[in-house]
């Protein structure tokens, strides 16, 4: 029965720190749109490819960081963004995904 215990605690924790980086996220582009218009694309790419390395390390990383090109070539190609947003729209995103793990962690270690 522990095992069951310990699985609902870090279900619950994992659950919270996703939920805190989306409202985390949501309430900085909403500010930040007021003034540019940050790539929320990039911000996703970013925070995979970061999830990515911090979850499964340096080789993980550089099998994925080709998105992160891939969709700032998109994004500017397409017109929708100018490289200054691309640009904040990747930096919030990781940002926010580095925030997020320092805080699970800090709460999964107290």
Do not use: Q
């Given at each position: 029965m522990?095992i069951?215990?310990?699985?609902?605690?870090t279900?619950?924790v994992?659950?919270?720190?996703?939920?805190?980086g989306?409202i985390?996220g949501?309430?900085?582009?909403?500010f930040?749109n007021?003034?540019l218009?940050?790539?929320?694309h990039?911000?996703?790419a970013?925070?995979y490819?970061?999830?990515v390395?911090?979850?499964y390390?340096?080789?993980?990383?550089?099998?994925?960081?080709w998105?992160?090109p891939?969709?700032?070539?998109?994004?500017?190609t397409l017109?929708?963004?100018?490289?200054?947003?691309?640009?904040?729209?990747?930096?919030?995103?990781?940002?926010?995904?580095?925030?997020?793990?320092?805080v699970?962690?800090?709460?999964?270690?107290?």
């Amino acid at each position: 029965m522990e095992i069951f215990r310990h699985s609902f605690i870090t279900d619950s924790v994992v659950s919270f720190n996703i939920t805190l980086g989306i409202i985390l996220g949501l309430s900085i582009f909403a500010f930040l749109n007021k003034f540019l218009k940050p790539s929320v694309h990039m911000a996703v790419a970013c925070a995979y490819v970061v999830s990515v390395a911090i979850l499964y390390g340096p080789v993980a990383f550089m099998i994925t960081f080709w998105m992160i090109p891939a969709v700032v070539w998109a994004r500017l190609t397409l017109k929708r963004h100018s490289p200054n947003e691309a640009v904040v729209g990747g930096v919030v995103g990781t940002i926010i995904t580095l925030l997020t793990f320092l805080v699970g962690k800090y709460i999964y270690h107290l």
